[in-house]
Structures are given as structure tokens and as C-alpha cells.
Nanobody
């Protein structure tokens, strides 16, 4: 069973950088499309950035030019490089994928979420 695990969150001053990672804890599954979402207290979860299996990326307007989403060649780990962080970037960040791929290449559609990693930006 897949378990997505995020890492790399923490506390950083405004203007600083963090790099988030997300992978299957069992190192069994690879992914197709991947995305990062975030949720601040009292707010709805929102899409931050997405990357498709062909490398196409998309970003929320609020993070364009500051955040970069990428995936390793094996498509087992997705990253979110966050630069020029702002106080309003403070949130729990979650990775998500709609499909995982097993060793045999079998695809398992679903709604897969990580447990989240907290990013706190101090002003």
C-alpha cells in the first residue's frame, strides 16, 4: 500500500528558501502526475504547483517565479523548491497524485495524499 511522505518543511525567515520532497515511504511505487497543495489555518486547501508525466508544469499565480516543482527521472520523488518565501506562504503542504505505478507497470488510479509538512515563514 502506498504511503506518500513529505519532508523538508520547517521555520524560515521571510526571503528564505526551503525544499520539500515527497516519495512513497516503501520506495515501491512511481508516479504519473504529481502536485503540491497547501492549506493555511481557516482556509481551503489550494493547488500550489503541478507536474505531469511529460514534465509540463503549472503554478498558482501567487507562487509563479518563486517556486519550482520537479520530479526525479525515475518519477519516484517530487520536489518543491520554494524561494523568496513570504509570510503568506505559511501553511501545511501536501503532495498528491491521482495514479501510482507498481513495479510491473500496473497503474492504480486513486486519490493519494501525503500527511503534510508544515512550512512557517516568519516576518
Amino acid at each position: 500500500q502506498v504511503q506518500l511522505v513529505e519532508s523538508g518543511g520547517g521555520v524560515v525567515q521571510a526571503g528564505g528558501s526551503l525544499r520539500l520532497s515527497c516519495a512513497d515511504s516503501g520506495n515501491i511505487f512511481s508516479f504519473t502526475d504529481m502536485a503540491w497543495y497547501r492549506q493555511a489555518p481557516g482556509k481551503q486547501r489550494e493547488l500550489v504547483a503541478g507536474i505531469s508525466s511529460d514534465g509540463t508544469t503549472n503554478y498558482a499565480d501567487s507562487v509563479k517565479g518563486r517556486f519550482t516543482i520537479s520530479m526525479d527521472n525515475a518519477k519516484t520523488t517530487v520536489y518543491l523548491q520554494m524561494n523568496s518565501l513570504k509570510f503568506e506562504d505559511t501553511a501545511a503542504y501536501y503532495c498528491h497524485t491521482p495514479t501510482i505505478i507498481g513495479y510491473s507497470g500496473t497503474r492504480y488510479p486513486g486519490d493519494y495524499w501525503g500527511q503534510g509538512t508544515q512550512v512557517t515563514v516568519s516576518s
